[in-house]
């Protein structure tokens, strides 16, 4: 009997064989690997990616140039200097992926959620904004990029009003975290400058904990995103 792990190893080798031979051009890292002799041909490898939807779970990029004073839009050209951008997703044939519009209160979550939502209307040959699963399917087909918007640590912004959260499901958010990162004592924080300390994102809003208790929260992931 087939393993979950056995199962889920396979699937990843296949993806990754995939990638690397995939109609596109592969980047420069994904040039010098070659899949296991003997487990896969080339083109079973590339028959599975083309099959498959393949997906990215997680994009920063858009809150990391909001944070740093620079447009969103800016992801529709090649940056190395950020970890995703739109000419990277086409290279390897990503179909779509979850954008990260909000995570917690350095990037403001309703100019990084405009500014995203702006791109994908000026860019309708390659952009679509995924509202379902058929969405992604859509992208695929028309050769676009889907992009669903997602929001770590949503509590900073919705002030415990359930309709802000059914405001932000209009608009194309339907990927949310509460809480993003648990809270420090100012005094626990090599950053002077800081109120609180916490992991990432927006601090917790339920209490302090001592860094024993974060590592703890660290390992269980109990009260993280």
Known sequence: ???????????????????VTSGHSAPPLSR?????????????????????????G??????????????????????????????RMKEVGYDAGAFIVGNGVVANV???????????????????????????????????????????????????????LRMLYRNGVKWIGLTHGEGGLPSESKNKNEDILYLQGSPSPRKYCTPEERKIEGQTAKGLT
């Not at 199962?7 to 080798?13: D, E, H, K």
């Open 1 to 19: 009997m087939t393993t979950r792990r056995k199962f889920l190893g396979s699937i990843i080798a296949g993806g990754l064989g995939g990638i």
């Open 110 to 164: 309703w100019t990084t959620m405009e500014q995203t939502l702006h791109m994908i209307e000026a860019n309708p040959d390659d952009l679509l904004l995924v509202r379902s699963s058929k969405d992604v399917l859509r992208a695929r087909d028309t050769g676009k990029v889907g992009i669903l918007l997602a929001i770590e640590g949503i509590a900073k912004w919705i002030h415990g009003e359930p309709d802000i």
């Open 32 to 56: 010098n690997l070659n899949p296991p002799k003997g487990k896969f041909s080339m083109q079973e490898a590339l028959d599975l990616h083309s099959e498959c939807l393949i997906f990215d």
């Open 58 to 87: 997680h994009t920063d990029t858009p809150v990391e140039r909001v944070a740093r004073k620079e447009n969103v839009d800016g992801m529709m050209s090649l940056n190395r200097k950020y970890h995703m951008d739109l000419p």
